[in-house]
């Protein structure tokens, strides 16, 4: 009953012959009870009345009391505390020897224990317990969660994060990685056409969206590598610019960041658009972003590692208000919510329910900060201070 039932199942896919037969033995585990637990109390009954018969030939009545005191001390020290321990401690070593022994053993007395089972299971019903329900063994999130958290050296601290950041995935969503709106860099079509061909030189992007006026108006997304070909050509002009352009891909801002993943590789897309219940465009995501989820930034260099959270030498943060709540948690190892507000600035508004001014100090769930700086109806950058441990 103390087997772990993964390492068992792994085993037993591995052919190993104890783990089939405990596999089998298990799949019923109200006749292995039976089976146990028959020849448990037969023998602890039969060896009571022969210590009974032997204890008053040799004291007489009074030897009952001695009998029972002796055979209580031997069965509990020999039959139950230190076999159930060493059970408990290395089932493995004694389960797969007792299946050998327990599968003939529970044919040859099947008759016996069904009956057994079919009173007991009778009474269990009655108080609302199914035993023939199929048994749930799934881990569920949290559970997967502590398995990898627990497993210690067995798994790689690198590999170990990477398998929780695949954990979190499925609870996040594309809102709560995106580029916001306003720092998507594109290109307005309506500009004049030598600013247009600057921006794509210059541009450190591979693919860039093209609109007129406004990102909601979106064209197309340019990749780099199909304009750079006609780029120098002389006739190359905004009409060649737009044949150019692929479709856009638009994501629903409730996608979650596993599923976004998936749909990345079926449509054989690298970057979208993320678009709200209206389909104003809210921002945008990279299939590098949904990477960095998993296995954290790609820069190696300590300077380039989030200009968004710098921590200062005291201890605290300087933050800029657009930083997302899931990369300043990270980040930081706090734990802000993120089911309610995506960014520091929505977190901060939804709290104060003002525009507050530079200067205003507040203290956000436990965390003392001070505003440094807005920017029209937004928070530009915050400081946060050290907490007292």
């Known amino acids: 009953m103390t087997l772990n039932r993964y390492r068992l199942q792994h085993l037993a896919k591995s052919n190993h012959a104890g783990a ?68 408990a401690i290395n089932p493995e070593k004694l389960a797969f020897p007792a299946a050998l022994i327990y599968t003939p053993l529970l044919k040859l007395l099947y008759p016996l224990v069904w009956i057994v089972n079919l009173i007991a299971n009778q009474l269990l019903k009655l108080i609302g317990v199914d035993v023939y329900d199929e048994q749930n063994d799934a881990l569920s999130h949290e559970e997967l969660r502590t398995v990898v958290v627990e497993a210690g050296v067995l798994i790689p601290q690198k590999h170990q994060k990477m398998l929780l950041n695949i954990l979190d995935m499925e609870s996040a969503t594309v809102e709560d ?35 007129r006026k406004s ?10 590598r199909k ?13 060649k610019l737009i044949r150019c352009l692929s479709e856009p891909y638009f994501i629903p801002e409730a996608t979650s960041l596993h599923k976004q993943l998936f749909n990345f590789q079926k449509e054989k897309m690298r ?22 989820e998993i296995v954290g930034e790609f820069t190696t260099d300590p300077s380039e590692h989030s200009q968004e959270v710098q921590q ?6 300087l933050v800029e208000g657009s930083v997302t709540i899931r990369e300043l948690n990270k980040i930081t190892g706090w734990s802000l919510p993120t089911n309610g507000p995506k960014t520091l600035n929505g977190l901060i508004l939804e709290y104060l329910e003002t525009i507050p001014k530079p200067g205003t100090s507040l203290k956000l769930l436990s965390k003392p900060l001070e505003i440094i700086q807005t920017q029209g109806n937004a928070v530009k950058l915050v400081r946060f201070y050290p907490t007292k441990q």
């Open 227 to 239: 304009a750079l070909a006609i780029l120098t050509d002389e006739d190359f002009n905004k009409n």
């Open 312 to 317: 200062q030498k005291d201890g605290g943060y």
């Open 20 to 87: 089939l037969r405990a596999q089998k033995l298990l799949q019923r585990p109200d006749r292995l009870i039976g089976l146990i637990l028959l020849g448990n109390n037969f023998v602890n009954i039969l060896a009571s009345s022969i210590a009974t018969v032997i204890a008053m030939r040799v004291w007489g009545e009074a030897g009952i009391a001695i009998a029972a005191g002796i055979l209580t001390l031997v069965i509990l020290i020999f039959a139950e505390v230190t076999p159930k321990t060493l059970a």
């Open 271 to 292: 970057m979208g658009l993320v678009v709200d219940e209206y389909g104003d465009i809210l921002g945008a995501v990279t299939l590098e972003d949904l990477l960095e």
């Open 177 to 211: 990685i995106m580029i916001p709106r306003g720092e998507i860099v594109g290109i307005d079509l309506d500009n004049h056409w030598d600013e247009v061909l600057k921006k794509i030189s210059q541009t450190p992007y591979t693919r860039i969206p093209i609109y």
């Open 215 to 224: 990102i909601d108006n979106i064209i197309g997304v340019l990749h780099l």
